[in-house]
């Protein structure tokens, strides 16, 4: 079994900062990509960051230069730093990781469950 578990949602001010973290744990040969999604109110689930194994990263128009995605493999744990906050932030965070559970199978993809991100103005 591989748990994904989010973790860091919280209400805030618009301007404000706030740090999401994602632990991936069980049994865990190789994490490959790993990626953050939100889905806001009424709207379809959109891809935030993602990150390569080897650190490289590329992020949505809406987020680039405020937020920062990164992964400490050591720890195997995501995390998405948001800086300069805006309303439409607003939405559930997903963490999301292709994970390869031993040597001899295929990686699957899988969803943490969701933390909450509420941006007040």
């Known amino acids: 079994q591989v748990q994904l578990v989010e973790s860091g949602g919280e209400l805030m001010q618009a301007g404000g900062s706030l740090r999401l973290s994602c632990a991936a744990s069980?049994?865990?040969?190789?994490?490959?990509?790993m990626a953050w999604y939100r889905q806001a109110p009424g709207k379809q689930r959109e891809l935030v960051a993602v990150?390569?194994?080897?650190?490289?990263?590329i992020y949505a128009d809406s987020v680039k230069g405020r937020f920062t995605i990164s992964r400490d493999n050591t720890k195997n744990t995501l995390y998405l730093q948001m800086n300069s906050l805006k309303p439409e932030d607003t939405a559930v965070y997903y963490c999301?990781?292709?994970?390869?559970?031993?040597?001899?199978?295929?990686?699957?993809?899988?969803w943490g469950q969701g933390t909450q991100v509420t941006v007040s103005s």
């Open positions: 069980g049994s865990i040969f190789r994490i490959n990509a």
């Open positions: 999301n990781a292709n994970i390869q559970r031993n040597g001899y199978t295929l990686a699957n993809t899988y």
């Open positions: 990150i390569t194994s080897g650190g490289s990263a």
